[in-house]
């Protein structure tokens, strides 16, 4: 497995890994029906914000020390 597929497949590096498999697996299970996974799409990009905003506040408290 290349290296690349190997760190977003790592949690630590992708903390959403579960919600984009989610994705992944309703998209195969619907026939591409994106409207059916709307859902799942969603919670990736919730997750996706949450995480985005948790490392800029860490990063920010950083830059204050």
Not at 8 to 24: F, G, K, Q, V, W
Request: proline share 5%.
């Amino acid at each position: 497995m290349p290296m690349v597929t190997r760190r977003l497949r790592d949690p630590d590096i992708n903390p959403c890994l579960s919600e984009s498999d989610a994705s992944t697996r309703c998209m195969a299970e619907n026939n591409y029906d994106k409207e059916s996974c709307s859902s799942h799409f969603l919670k990736y990009k919730n997750c996706r914000k949450f995480w985005k905003k948790k490392c800029e506040m860490l990063y920010s408290e950083k830059e204050i020390e």
